[in-house]
């Protein structure tokens, strides 16, 4: 990604920039500020398979569906659902809270508000532990990109860039490990979301190893 490694604060990505001069003069609305973020993702995740703006646009829109009935601020989730992948280096959920820091800062996001974007794309991983509801949507509707047709997909490419895999059988195992965390899902909706995808894993990892074993 060629935006990687400039520091975090300060720097415009260069999409954002041109919609900022736009908008620049103009009250902020919700709106505005929303178009901002996504084009920042769009920017920061461009050209990426597994973790860009099409898995950020999938996160929010099952953060929606998953939290339908439930009390949430949607300004966070959307925030929190378009910045957690906007960096792929090692421990990504801190440099992208850092780097998620600053471009709310940027935008004009609610200050108040902005602890808990951070806390949110801090524990979006299977090994984190939200607190907030907007964490907790966040966590269940990313694990939920990772399980299925399209989760299968995205670990097979993430496997190579994420962890460098040299092997099917290290994606093999990868994906078994990711499919099992299934069980930390918080919400009813996000397990019974879950049960088709499951059963398209298992069946995948199944032929998958039968495949391998020929």
Avoid at 88 to 101: F, L, V
Wanted: charged share 25%.
């Amino acid at each position: 990604m060629g935006n990687r490694g400039k520091g975090c604060r300060g720097y415009t990505a260069p999409g954002a920039t041109r919609f900022a001069l736009k908008t620049r003069g103009i009250s902020g609305t919700i709106g505005d500020m929303r178009k901002l973020i996504q084009q920042y993702a769009k920017d920061l995740t461009s050209g990426r398979l597994s973790s860009g703006y099409e898995h950020s646009w999938r996160v929010y829109h099952l953060t929606r569906e998953i939290g339908e009935g439930l009390e949430y601020d949607d300004d966070v989730l959307h925030a929190a659902c378009f910045l957690h992948d906007i960096e792929m280096s090692s421990g990504h959920p801190k440099s992208s809270a850092d780097r998620a820091d600053a471009i709310l800062r940027e935008t004009g996001f609610t200050p108040d508000k902005i602890p808990l974007v951070i806390e949110a794309i801090l524990n979006h991983m299977p090994e984190g532990d939200p607190q907030s509801m907007e964490a907790k949507l966040l966590f269940d509707a990313n694990l939920l990109d990772s399980i299925g047709a399209v989760g299968f997909a995205r670990l097979s490419i993430g496997a190579f860039i994420w962890f460098n895999y040299k092997t099917m059988e290290e994606i093999l195992e990868y994906a078994k490990k990711e499919i099992s965390f299934a069980e930390k899902l918080h919400f009813p909706k996000s397990r019974e979301l879950a049960q088709d995808k499951l059963r398209f894993s298992k069946f995948a990892m199944e032929q998958f190893a039968k495949e391998l074993h020929l």
